[in-house]
Antibody, heavy 116, light 109 residues
Framework: EVQLLESGGDLVQPGGSLRLSCAAS????????MTWVRQAPGKGLEWVSH????????YYADSVKGRFTISRDSSKNTVDLQMNSLRAEDTAVYYC?????????WGQGTLVTVSS | EIVLTQSPGTLSLSPGERATLSCRAS???????LAWYQQKPGQAPRLLIY???SRATGIPDRFSGSGSGTDFTLTISRLEPEDFAVYYC??????????FGQGTKVEIK
């Protein structure tokens, strides 16, 4: 069974940093690109970042470019999101997801709150 | 960037009624790479439909998707109590950059 388990969400002050992690299991992790999507409280879904199956290509939403870094470790089956210079508008539930052969898989999310 | 616009914003219906949700794209979604999700409070999005009209595993057949190009529709033939939720469309034609509609809330009338 495919599982994605996010962790690392917390309350952090504006300007601070946080590292999210997504642990994957139940599929061949190294074969799939991985994506982070976020959802601010009461708002819709926003694509944040993507990393290719090899880790060689990364992409970011304009809203986080230069502040967030996505990475993956195929020895641990994890994909991380390093978030720096956090702002109040980064407050959201962050989901890890990927597109399989014929469907999408999502984790349950981890909450990041940026507030003083 | 492909912008998705969902309508209506809120749909007030009674159990047993038919729900028709619209998702319009700012440009053609190639290969009909469009998905629909259901989301309930405190839960992750649940995939209902992918490739515009293919039902995901375990999704009841009262859910159906249709459309192509720039106009897509999610239809719930007869609303069950558990179907009252927020629904999002997603395009993945411009991968890796997915975009989502703003959501349609289906509420009990």
């Amino acid at each position: 069974e495919v599982q994605l388990l996010e962790s690392g969400g917390d309350l952090v002050q504006p300007g601070g940093s946080l590292r999210l992690s997504c642990a994957a299991s139940g599929f061949t992790f190294s074969n799939y690109a991985m994506t982070w999507v976020r959802q601010a409280p009461g708002k819709g879904l926003e694509w944040v970042s993507h990393i290719s199956y090899s880790g060689g290509d990364t992409y970011y939403a304009d809203s986080v470019k230069g502040r967030f870094t996505i990475s993956r470790d195929s020895s641990k089956n994890t994909v991380d999101l390093q978030m720096n210079s956090l702002r109040a508008e980064d407050t959201a539930v962050y989901y890890c997801a990927f597109k399989g052969v014929s469907r999408f898989y999502w984790g349950q999310g981890t909450l990041v709150t940026v507030s003083s | 960037e492909i912008v998705l616009t969902q309508s209506p914003g809120t749909l007030s219906l009674s159990p047993g009624e038919r729900a028709t949700l619209s998702c319009r794209a700012s440009q053609s979604v190639s290969s009909n790479y469009l998905a629909w999700y259901q989301q309930k409070p405190g839960q992750a999005p649940r995939l209902l439909i992918y490739a515009a009209s293919s039902r995901a595993t375990g999704i009841p057949d009262r859910f159906s998707g249709s459309g192509s190009g720039t106009d897509f529709t999610l239809t719930i033939s007869r609303l069950e109590p558990e179907d009252f939720a927020v629904y999002y469309c997603q395009q993945y034609a411009s991968s890796p950059r997915w975009t989502f509609g703003q959501g349609t809330k289906v509420e009990i009338k």
